[in-house]
């Protein structure tokens, strides 16, 4: 797994205590959230796209 073409290994996950914001960052198949206060993404915070009926939609809209 890659967060801005650098291993999640390398980067690490966000270890903030309590966050002020969260934003999202689109990569090629699907997004990340993201904390605002460390730039880092949040464990478990990778939303893959479903490319089955060639739109994009996230795993969320699903349920």
Not at 22 to 34: A, F, K, L, P, Q
Request: proline content about 5%; charged content about 25%.
């Amino acid at each position: 797994m890659h967060f801005r073409g650098i291993p999640i290994d390398k980067i690490g996950y966000c270890q903030c205590s309590t966050p002020s914001a969260m934003t999202s960052e689109n990569s090629e198949w699907g997004y990340w959230d993201v904390c605002c206060d460390c730039g880092k993404p949040f464990e478990d915070g990778f939303h893959y796209y479903n490319h089955y009926d060639g739109e994009d939609h996230d795993e969320i809209d699903l349920y």
